[in-house]
Each structure stands twice: as structure tokens, then as C-alpha cells.
């Protein structure tokens, strides 16, 4: 079974940075994509940025320009480097990982991905 690992969560004024790394063991592949989404008590899972192993990136409209994903592919390692926060950046942020080859409409989408980490929580205050 794959696991996905979160790390670098925490409490941030606005303004301030945070950077998020997620690591998958369990297995080694050449073909993957990996994301970030998060999510707010009573509110659905949102996606916030994605890559893949073959190249390409996607971002949240809100976080452009903010936020940046970068990978290791050798390490099936990615990051997200949180700049500029904002309280409504809160939520609790998910790894998520598919070893499928998945179209660039389908990275947005939260039912594409078949593993997921248990999350770290990132405030915001103002």
C-alpha cells in the first residue's frame, strides 16, 4: 500500500509563508501525478495545485501567482511553497496521489486520485 506522508503545516500570520512537502513510499513509478487539495469543516474538498511526472502544472485561480508546486520525481516527492498567506487560505491540506496517466482537466479533480495523506493544517491569522 502506498503512503502518502504531509509535512510543514502550521500557524502563519497573513502574509507569511509556508512550505508543504508530501513523500510517497510503498512504491516506485515512472508515471504519476500528485496534487494538493484542501478543505473547511462542511465544505467539499477543493483543489489547490497538481503536477505530474510528464510535466505541467495546475494551480487554484485564488492561489496563482502565491503558490508554487514543484516535484522529485526520482523521490516521488512534491512541495508546495505557500507565499503571501491569507486567513482564507485555512484549511487542513491533502496530499494525493495516482500512478495513472490522467489528462490535464482531470488534475483538478479530486475522484481521480487513489491515495491520500492524512492531512496537515495550515492557519492563517489576521
Known amino acids: 500500500q502506498v503512503q502518502l506522508v504531509e509535512s510543514g503545516g502550521g500557524l502563519v500570520q497573513a502574509g507569511g509563508s509556508l512550505r508543504l512537502s508530501c513523500a510517497a513510499s510503498g512504491r516506485t513509478v515512472s508515471t504519476f501525478s500528485m496534487a494538493w487539495f484542501r478543505q473547511v469543516p462542511g465544505k467539499e474538498r477543493e483543489f489547490v495545485a497538481a503536477t505530474r511526472s510528464s510535466g505541467g502544472d495546475a494551480y487554484l485561480d485564488a492561489v496563482r501567482g502565491r503558490f508554487a508546486i514543484s516535484r522529485d520525481n526520482a523521490k516521488m516527492t512534491v512541495h508546495l511553497q505557500m507565499n503571501s498567506l491569507k486567513p482564507e487560505d485555512t484549511a487542513v491540506y491533502y496530499c494525493?496521489?495516482?500512478?495513472?496517466?490522467?489528462?490535464?482537466?482531470?488534475?483538478?479533480?479530486?475522484?481521480?486520485?487513489?491515495?491520500w495523506g492524512q492531512g496537515t493544517q495550515v492557519t492563517v491569522s489576521s
Open positions: 494525493a496521489a495516482t500512478f495513472r496517466r490522467i489528462i490535464t482537466s482531470q488534475m483538478r479533480m479530486a475522484g481521480e486520485y487513489d491515495y
